[in-house]
């Protein structure tokens, strides 16, 4: 069973930046693909952004230019880089994990971090 805790909630202004963390409980290196999400109030959750085991990235059209994810298989931790951000970015953010597929639907999830910009 794979744990993810994510941590770097916070609040930033228009236009500023946050780093979100998720923290593995196994060998990123083993998991097929990582993932970040957000769900915001009276919404239902969307990907955010992708990142597969050779490295391959995908971002949804709103983020692609301000956020980048990443993975830091030496420490276990998925990282999504936020600049730029939108009050619209405002939203519980969530890591996934899935060690078969790289699509929409993960197996494993962390509790989810609140980003609030305003």
């Known amino acids: 069973h794979v744990q993810l805790v994510e941590s770097g909630e916070g609040s930033a202004r228009p236009g500023g930046s946050l780093r979100l963390s998720c923290a593995a409980s196994?060998?990123?290196?083993?998991?097929?693909?990582m993932a970040w999400f957000h769900q915001a109030p009276g919404k239902d959750h969307e990907l955010v952004a992708r990142i597969d085991r050779a490295g391959t990235t995908w971002y949804r059209d709103s983020v692609k230019d301000r956020f980048t994810i990443s993975k830091d298989n030496a420490k276990n931790t998925l990282y999504l880089q936020m600049n730029s951000l939108k009050s619209e970015d405002t939203a519980m953010y969530y890591c996934?994990?899935?060690?078969?597929?790289?699509?929409?639907?993960?197996?494993?999830w962390g509790q989810g971090t609140q980003v609030t910009v305003s």
């Open positions: 996934a994990a899935d060690n078969i597929y790289c699509g929409t639907g993960f197996a494993y």
């Open positions: 196994v060998d990123t290196s083993s998991l097929y693909c």
